[in-house]
């Protein structure tokens, strides 16, 4: 089984975890995820199966026992194994996303500094290059949009666009990528304009308003 595939068991076999009527009709594989669920550690599957709550008389022991208790250990071992590989994933984008989050609050103060509020000036994050209709536009060769981390615009016009960083992270090839975002938008007959992912409101970006990179710890 594919980890795709297996990742989406695992969510789905989670949740009938949670309807005790449900588990009458899990397949002997998918009986495997009753471990999952609190990491239980048994010598048998009619022992595992015991102590995560299911009694003899709500499965057919035979469907797990005889010939086929080899095959599902091993798929259980390896099940739980891709759990832990997923849930480790998970927990990894995670902190990788709250760490971006937090570069990228950093640069908040100083945006207000350079563009004061009280002057007319409007700072939102998380802005998509679009087309003048609204539509984001996809790039064929990565097959991505182009999210910017910053914009500061006033009067409905961009005036600066800021991407926040790591000190050591490259960026030439998210620049090219934006770049290229740019120019289909423009071969389009359409200007460039900035979605802010909030509120929805389309803001203009004129040619001169180039992307600044801001690196921080």
């Known amino acids: 089984m594919e980890r795709a595939q297996l990742a989406k068991r695992i969510i789905a076999c989670e949740k009938a975890l949670s309807n005790s009527q449900e588990l009458l009709f899990l397949d002997r594989f998918d009986l495997a995820f009753l471990v999952l669920r609190d990491k239980i550690t048994f010598q048998s599957p009619k022992e595992r199966l015991e102590k995560a709550g299911i ?15 080899g095959r599902f250990l091993i798929w259980l071992e390896h099940a739980i194994t891709e759990m832990k ?90 620049m090219k990528h934006e770049k290229e975002v740019k120019n289909i938008i423009r071969k389009s007959g359409s200007k460039v304009y900035g979605q802010v992912n909030k509120t929805g409101d389309v803001i203009l970006i004129p040619g001169r308003v180039r992307t600044r990179i801001w690196r921080y710890d």
């Open 55 to 69: 009694s003899s008389a709500q499965w057919d022991e035979s469907r797990v026992i005889r010939d086929e208790e």
């Open 85 to 174: 590989r997923v849930k480790k994933l998970a927990k990894r984008n995670k902190t990788l996303k709250n760490e971006a989050n937090e570069r990228e609050m950093k640069a908040l103060p100083r945006l207000k500094k350079m563009w004061p509020p009280e002057e007319g000036y409007k700072v939102v994050n998380e802005v998509y290059l679009v087309y003048a209709w609204g539509e984001k536009a996809i790039n064929p060769r990565t097959k991505k949009g182009r999210r910017i981390d910053w914009m500061v615009y006033k009067d409905d016009v961009a005036v600066a666009l800021v991407e926040v960083t790591t000190r050591k992270e490259k960026k030439g090839p998210q």
